[in-house]
Nanobody, 118 residues
Framework: QVQLVESGGGLVQPGESLRLSCAAS????????MAWFRQAPGKEREMAAA???????NYADSVKGRFTISRDNAKKTVYLQMTSLKPEDTAVYYC????????????WGQGTQVTVSS
């Protein structure tokens, strides 16, 4: 029903910026809550940012003020603008889509690697 494809990851130096994109398929993707999760080596996967269909957002404390999640429903794309990147932001970033009216409708992208290193 839904497919997610992430892009935009790469290698950057501390303090630099990066923008991730997640292109989604599906006719009702606009009602889904979208989120970016990340998983650093040796650590649990954690939610970095989320955005509801109405545009409400929430962020992990570790990224608040530096990351911005947004969505363009016409393009069926969600973005994660990352600024002031730190080495601890290094992780595989995954796009997630959740239908709030059907918990079984939960989808993941393949992930994109973000490496922050001097």
């Amino acid at each position: 029903q839904v497919q997610l494809v992430e892009s935009g990851g790469g290698l950057v130096q501390p303090g630099e910026s990066l923008r991730l994109s997640c292109a989604a398929s599906g006719s009702i993707i606009s009602i889904y809550t979208m989120a970016w999760f990340r998983q650093a080596p040796g650590k649990e996967r954690e939610m970095a940012a989320a955005i509801t269909s109405g545009g409400s957002t929430n962020y992990a404390d570790s990224v608040k003020g530096r990351f911005t999640i947004s969505r363009d429903n016409a393009k069926k794309t969600v973005y994660l603008q990352m600024t002031s990147l730190k080495p601890e932001d290094t992780a595989v970033y995954y796009c997630n889509a959740q239908n709030p009216f059907n918990r079984r409708s939960n989808y993941w992208g393949q992930g994109t690697q973000v490496t922050v290193s001097s």
